[in-house]
Structure formats: structure tokens, C-alpha cells
């Protein structure tokens, strides 16, 4: 949904976005109810329900070390079909975070190798251009998209 600014050569170097520390598994995204069923077939990594949607569980232990999401291969990427992947991972650096209002805005993760500061402006107009009003017409459908505010973010 963003390549026009991010390169598939940056993304398949970093692969930040399919990566989870513990801390950060709260990010996981959501799939629904028909794409948990299909894609059960990860003994390892069971879901979860989550407010009508079910989240991957990642098997942390003592070590507390990042974890991958069970669909990346880390040759060739995502393993999920279009028709499969959250749309949170599609729209990945951004996200839906709430504001200390409690409003939805979207905000850009800052550790996005794949948008530096001098994409920033080519990413607000391809937003202003229609994407904006569609993820958050998804948000809007499917609230499991909006995220508590993390300072990792800065609303765009």
C-alpha cells in the first residue's frame, strides 16, 4: 500500500515490522475471524481471541528475545496471500494511535528505516491523496487498527 515510498530492498533488510520484542507484541496485528480459522495450522503459534478479532501469540520465555511472526520467512518476506494479511501490516509505519482525547489520528513509526525525514513530505501527500480517508474508514470499521499512543510514534 506504500510502496511508492518504501523500497522493497529497505524492507527486506530491516523486516522491523514482523519482528516483536516482548514489549512490543501489544503491536501484533489482528486478523479476523475467517483468517485465524484458515491459517490455524501454526501449532506453535496459537491465537487468541481479542475483541472479536484473534492476535498470533508469540512464544517468549526467559530470554525474552525478539520473536518473528510465524508468516515471515526471512528470505523472501511475508507468506501470506494479499487476501490474508492484516491490513495493519499493510499500511505498516503507519498506525492508528489515539491522542490523549481519545481521537484516532495516524501516526508514523519512527524507527521506519524505510521513511526517513526526506520521505516524510512524499508520505503526507500520498495520505492527503485518498489513503488516509481509507485506513481510516478501516479504523473506523474495525477498531482492533486503533492503537494507544506509543512515543515510538509521531502523529502525522
Not at 25 to 43: I, K, N, T, Y
Not at 51 to 68: M, Q, V, W
Request: net charge negative; hydrophobic share 35%.
Amino acid at each position: 500500500m506504500l510502496s511508492d515510498i518504501l523500497s522493497s530492498e529497505t524492507c527486506a533488510k530491516c523486516k522491523n515490522c514482523c519482528v516483536f520484542e516482548e514489549q512490543s507484541a501489544w503491536e501484533l496485528p489482528a486478523f479476523s475471524v475467517g483468517a485465524a480459522a484458515r491459517l490455524a495450522d501454526h501449532p506453535d503459534y496459537p491465537m487468541i481471541e481479542d475483541n472479536g478479532r484473534y492476535r498470533i501469540t508469540l512464544p517468549y520465555d526467559e530470554t525474552h528475545t525478539a520473536k518473528p511472526c510465524p508468516f515471515l520467512d526471512p528470505d523472501s518476506g511475508c507468506t501470506l496471500p494479499a487476501s490474508e494479511k492484516p491490513f495493519a501490516c499493510s499500511i505498516w509505519p503507519v498506525r492508528v494511535m489515539r491522542d490523549t482525547d481519545g481521537m484516532p489520528h495516524l501516526a508514523l513509526y519512527q524507527g521506519c528505516a524505510g521513511v526517513p525525514a526526506a520521505k516524510h513530505d512524499a508520505l503526507n501527500r500520498l495520505l492527503d491523496n485518498g489513503l488516509r480517508d481509507r485506513i481510516m474508514a478501516e479504523a473506523k470499521a474495525d477498531p482492533s487498527l486503533i492503537l494507544p499512543f506509543h512515543p515510538n510514534y509521531h502523529f502525522l
